[in-house]
């Protein structure tokens, strides 16, 4: 007891005199962090940082539920942080200080605002996971020059690998994520002209669409676009890189439109993992089956209900491509329009391990995380 009360002291007061300095952070940096919520419970942080801004995956490492997306703000000058969700003024809030470059403390603020629960979180890299390098672009234009006018505004964010004892497998890893974020196949296969290209095309699609309908309708107010293009980094370990696209477009109407493109990606050897690889043969109808049981219950529905009754497109949810990875388990996401109406919203479901017994393949490469 001694001894620990001792190294708590000890570490407080390092952080004491190191919060005192100045904390060198990077203006664009990705962290795979690791540590415990209360001193028990395990948490996997995935932070990407990009100037004074952040934005976060967080995965609880022994609970079944799917993972928190949070965004945030950073002082570059004593790396003082919070991070929250996006977009709810309720909700569980981080805040904390970086203490070095590449260790992090504070405390989880509960959803009620009634309790705090501390936390310490340390970069790490075990075996089987990647650094990663992300690369950052933006900007804005106006459709004329006047001070009225409409624009365009365009945030990308692209997450490749960094330095690795296998460069084959980097250069292979590298190519996959560019192609997960842009179609676009004549650009160099190199983050900063993927991005450059994005934007200028972007940009001349919208100054081509809109410049003739400003002139005759100046005071239509559809003609402000936005595209936001992140990366989201969800699990990086056990050589399983699971990562997401998050895009969003607005180019005039109702509404924008949001979609999420998850990839799994076996590090062994740099190749996007298929169900068909993760799965044993005909394993379609029992999955089907946990899926259509978990989003029943989702929604508070009996087993008897039929989904087509409350909204959805289908009363038997099958299993999507567009899947990914946690230590808890492999989730399904349906986007905008895939099994719901845009009213609706996406379909986020996560099967754990535990229920996805007999179904997947043995030598799988998840098969360590079952």
């Not at 079944?64 to 949070?70: I, Q, R, S, Y």
């Not at 990647?130 to 234009?141: G, S």
């Not at 690998?161 to 179609?183: A, K, V």
Request: net charge negative; glycine share 6%.
């Amino acid at each position: 007891m001694k001894r620990n009360f001792l190294l708590l002291a000890l570490f407080g007061l390092v952080c004491g005199l190191t919060l005192s300095a100045q904390i060198y952070l990077p203006k664009k940096a990705y962290m795979h962090l690791v540590g415990r919520i209360n001193d028990q419970q395990e948490i996997t942080l995935n932070l990407v940082k990009v100037n004074d801004s952040m934005y976060a995956d967080l995965v609880y490492n022994n609970e079944t539920c799917t993972h928190a997306v949070l965004f945030g703000k950073v002082d570059p000058e004593n790396g003082s942080f919070w991070l929250k969700h996006p977009f709810c003024d309720t909700g569980m809030v981080f805040n904390g200080n970086f203490i070095t470059r590449q260790s992090l403390s504070g405390n989880l603020e509960s959803e009620d605002g009634e309790k705090q629960y501390p936390f310490v979180l340390v970069e790490s890299y075990p075996a089987g996971s990647l650094p990663l390098l992300v690369y950052f672009k933006e900007m804005a234009i106006k459709l004329v020059e006047k001070e009225e006018s409409p624009q365009a505004e365009i945030h990308q964010c692209l997450i490749v690998p960094g330095e690795s004892s296998n460069p084959i497998i980097s250069d292979s890893l590298q190519n996959m994520m560019i192609q997960s974020y842009t179609t676009v196949k004549s650009v160099p296969r190199d983050p900063g002209s993927v991005l450059a290209s994005v934007q200028n095309q972007f940009i001349d699609n919208y100054l081509s669409s809109n410049k003739s309908l400003y002139e005759s309708m100046p005071e239509s107010a559809s003609m402000n676009w936005t595209l936001l293009k992140f990366m989201h980094v969800l699990y990086n370990d056990n050589y399983l890189l699971s990562y997401y696209l998050l895009s969003y477009a607005f180019t005039g109407g109702a509404h924008g439109m949001e979609t999420q493109e998850f990839t799994v990606i076996n590090m062994q050897n740099g190749i996007p993992l298929t169900l068909a690889e993760i799965f044993n043969k005909g394993f379609e109808p029992d999955l089907t089956s946990v899926l259509t049981r978990k989003l029943k219950k989702m929604y508070h529905l009996s087993a008897q209900d039929r989904l087509t009754d409350h909204g959805f497109f289908v009363d038997d949810i099958t299993p999507t491509s567009n899947f990914y990875v946690t230590g808890n388990g492999i989730g399904f996401y349906y986007n905008h329009y895939d099994i719901a109406p845009y009213s609706n919203g996406p379909t986020d479901i996560l099967v754990p391990f535990d229920e996805l017994k007999g179904m997947i393949k043995e030598k799988s490469p998840i098969s360590v995380l079952k």
